[in-house]
């Protein structure tokens, strides 16, 4: 199975207004062909963490491919009478011709970098604008919520469970998705497992307990109904003096006899710390150390820390609203910056934005971006944002230095240079290698795992690196200055 399903809607005009406004404006100053360089970038990770899950590339693959104007939507745009008529036929016969790089999905990513470049007309460039922030910015998210998560449970199993809060039916299923990439286990959010192939699972509500005459009489059928995948919800009237109790009497009476295990027991209130512990040591009394505790209720990753060093007996998790929302800080703030313009002649113009706040200038010209990695450890040792077509020599040591504090220097040596992005579009062709949503999980934990753990810890984490070639900081600074000179007159 393909990590994808095409999505049923038709997204074209899923596009701020304003790109729409200024690729007519765009047509008629005469840069209908000019060719234009955006970058998008982030500049702060969710929670003050060390570093983001990138996710959503597929989408805006799919979104791409899918660009068609219909009938209706240039009606829609005829009638406001906004727009010129050679500019509407433009997006009426509409074919996409850009080149796009991407990070791939599943790479741990840093502020700064470029983690998506659109090379192509301007129109085209700024009308994917929205979806491509929205996308990448929606996934990432969730998937850096996901992976902070399921580091916080160390190895235990996180489930997502999250649908019902979720905001909007695309924030479950693209939420779930993205879920599945940062390290969750599968999904109770159905339509996940034959879209994208994630597993579909889950437990009991409490309404299943309320409905039957007892809890026992609840559990016993479930356990009929289910005997080799049995896990009872044990907390709809008192975990230890009933829903425990109950659970042992059905394992013993419905489950061995027929010569099944029970899967497990779920605890979804109180303190989970003690009521895990109390009941593991029930459940080993009786016979079933194998009968795994889930718990859920409201977790995160700081909640589920905490109960395992208060020594909590689970052995998986349920996580929902604070996962699907990101609730903690449910904003991925990437943007996407103008950085290039070509000449007549095909020459790159370097474009800049300045701003009083020095994070927010941003970094021009059409870039390169390269991961250096120590030969002998496998970390990450740093990012390098470069001119795109200046190579890293992974034979000769190389000097990085901060490009905010360029007294900070450092020599790398013994280092593989690697090109982080990779190209998904060209000349508006897709081409990009199709991975499926495991294979994806896979890598994703595979390069978390080449993060040092001061990059990787909850509290201050150390800054990774990402720095720019000498050559890429000189024009900058060039440019800052310049520009600066230019507004002191
Ligand atoms: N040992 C623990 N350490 C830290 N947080 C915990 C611990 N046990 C439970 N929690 C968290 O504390 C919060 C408890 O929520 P709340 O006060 O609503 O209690 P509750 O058990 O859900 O109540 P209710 O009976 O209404 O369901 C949840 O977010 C839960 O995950
Ligand atoms: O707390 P979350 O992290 O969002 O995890 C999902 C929650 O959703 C369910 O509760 P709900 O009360 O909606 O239904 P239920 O009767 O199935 O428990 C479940 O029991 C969890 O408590
Ligand atoms: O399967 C479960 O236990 C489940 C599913 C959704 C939300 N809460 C729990």
Redesign the pocket.
Known sequence: MTNQKKPSRNLTMLTDFYEITMSNGYFSNGYRDTVVYFDMFFRHIPDDGGFAIMAGVQQLIDYIKDLEFTDDDIAYLESTHMFQKEFLEYLRNFQFACDVWAIPEGTPIFPGEPIVTVRGPVIQAQLIETMLLLTINHQSMIATKANRIVRAAQGRAVMEFGSRRAQGADGAIYGARAAYIGGCCGTACTICAPDFGVPALGTMAHSWVQLFDSELDAFRAYAREYPSNCTLLV?TFNVLKSGVPNAIKVFQEELLPRGYRPAGIRI???????LSRKARKMLDEAGFPDCKIC??????EY?IR??LM?G?KVDSFGVGERLITSGSEPVFGGVYKLAGVEDANGNIIPKIKISENVAKITTPCFKGLWRLFDRDTGKAIADVVTLHDEVIDDSQPYEIFDPEHIWKRKMVTNFRAVKLRKKIFEHGQCIAEERTLEEIKRYCAEQVDTLWEEVTRFENPHQYYVDLSPALWDIKNRMIEENTALSQR
């Open positions: 907390d979804d209130s109180g303190d989970i710390t003690y718990a859920s209720n409201s977790l995160d909640i905490d109960m208060q909590a």
